[in-house]
């Protein structure tokens, strides 16, 4: 079975720094996909990026990139520019494939708290 | 747009009783699913559907019950709730095909007593 594993259960940032949070991942599939969600505390859940296992190139939604390094199946997300509203809970995910009902799987969780 | 509907937003239980949480959808998503958020373990799959009138079995189904009689609803039944059971509850649904994201309704915090 896959499995996510996020080892940092909390992090904390100084406001316009930069902060990365980690994210491996247990597989045996070449087609699979990554996704980083985050849970304000609102407890909505949002994407913040995602990321297909086919593709070389980093995937970036303007703070956040992600560095993919397939071999080593690890899969870190990056944010710019630390922000107050991007204090949340992110969830680092797993779905192998694109057909059916492949199921998305999560890491257990990071706490970033921005310090202002 | 509504999006994903969950009701209601939280709720208490004395251990034994039991109970349905809702959820609706009004984006024609053949993929409906419930999670159990627990600190410390991240999200986890309860049951999933993929469509009208199929459902399974996700990683932790012990103690639920699901349906999908329509494309549009999937309810959560708790048969007879425990304190294990205390959770945030949500419900996600997608296109079958491609690689649309999950969309998550609000959750809904249970407690049992």
């Known amino acids: 079975a896959q499995t996510v594993t996020q080892s940092q259960p909390e992090m904390s940032v100084q406001e316009a720094e930069t902060v990365t949070l980690s994210c491996t991942y247990d597989?045996?599939?070449?087609?699979?996909?990554l996704f980083w969600y985050k849970q304000p505390p609102s407890r909505q859940m949002i994407l913040v990026i995602r990321q297909e296992a086919y593709k070389q190139q980093n995937a970036t939604e303007n703070r956040f990139s992600v560095n993919f390094q397939k071999a080593a199946k690890s899969f870190s997300l990056k944010i710019s520019d630390s922000q107050l509203g991007d204090a949340a809970m992110y969830f680092c995910a797993y779905r192998r494939g694109l057909q059916g009902a492949q199921k998305l799987v999560f890491g257990q969780g990071t706490r970033l708290t921005i310090n202002p | 747009n509504a999006g994903v509907t969950q009701t209601p937003k939280f709720q208490v239980l004395k251990t034994g009783q039991s109970m349905t949480l809702q959820c609706a959808q009004d984006m024609n998503h053949e993929y409906m699913s419930w999670y159990r958020q627990d600190p410390g373990m991240g999200l986890r799959l309860i049951h999933y559907s993929v469509g009208a009138g199929i459902t399974d079995q996700g990683e932790v189904p012990n103690g639920y019950n699901v349906s999908r009689s329509t494309t549009e609803d999937f309810p959560l039944r708790l048969l007879s709730a425990a304190p294990s059971q205390t959770s945030v509850y949500f419900c996600?649904?997608?296109?079958?095909?491609?690689?649309?994201?999950?969309?998550f309704g609000n959750g809904t915090r249970l407690t049992v007593t």
């Open positions: 996600a649904s997608r296109p079958l095909q491609g690689l649309s994201p999950l969309h």
């Open positions: 597989t045996s599939e070449s087609d699979y996909y």
